[in-house]
Structures are given as structure tokens and as C-alpha cells.
């Protein structure tokens, strides 16, 4: 049985720590500009890296209405629907994301035509 302490006790702590500061310094950025769809990017980033999935889709939607010529956001979205397995929402995200001109996620869910 491998020993938890490395991860436990060392390595996660440590990740903690590092995205508990990505996330003040997120919110101090939209604190003094509260339509930064950058900083809402990041916190819907952060927010799935978390494992708040509901919360991710919330950052990350708001970070395409502040700014709708941004690939990346509809790329995360799209890629959490598909891990939900609500193909619809990911093809919807991929499709925007190709539109923006980043294909990759189309690309991925075209390997898997039982997704369509």
C-alpha cells in the first residue's frame, strides 16, 4: 500500500494553498473591475480544477457574455458538459469555439461519433 503522505500530507496542501491565492487574487481583480472576463475565466478554471463543476459553468458562461470573441471559455465549458455526459451542451460549446477558431475540442469529440 503506497504511502498517502507525499500527496496527503505535502502535495496537496501545497496545491491548496497555491489555488486558494489564485482565486483572492481572481476576485481582487474583479473587486476593481467587475467585468474582467479574464478574471471569470480563471475562477471558472479554478472552480472545475475544484471540482465546483456547478460553479465553473457559472464563471465560465459569464466569461463569454462579457466577452464573446473568447475561444478558451467555450473550449472549458464544452469540455466539463462532455465529461457530464451532456454531448448537446459540448457540441453547442465546440461548435462556438471552432466558430472563434479553436477546433480542437470538435476535433476530440469527432473521434467519438456515438457523442453526436
Known amino acids: 500500500m503506497p504511502n498517502p503522505f507525499w500527496r496527503d500530507g505535502l502535495i496537496q496542501p501545497s496545491l491548496d494553498t497555491e489555488v486558494d491565492a489564485a482565486i483572492a487574487e481572481q476576485l481582487s481583480i474583479l473587486a476593481n473591475d467587475p467585468q474582467n472576463a479574464k478574471a471569470f475565466f480563471a475562477l471558472g478554471t ?3 480544477f475544484r471540482g465546483q463543476i ?5 464563471y465560465l458562461n ?3 457574455e462579457l466577452d464573446p470573441s473568447a475561444a478558451a471559455p467555450h473550449l472549458n465549458l464544452g469540455r466539463i458538459f462532455a465529461v457530464q455526459g451532456n454531448y448537446q451542451e459540448a457540441w453547442k460549446h465546440a461548435r462556438a469555439a471552432e466558430a472563434l477558431g479553436a477546433n480542437e475540442l470538435v476535433e476530440m469529440l469527432e473521434r467519438y461519433p456515438n457523442l453526436k
Open 46 to 48: 479554478l472552480s472545475n
Open 54 to 58: 456547478e460553479d465553473a459553468i457559472l
Open 62 to 64: 459569464k466569461a463569454i
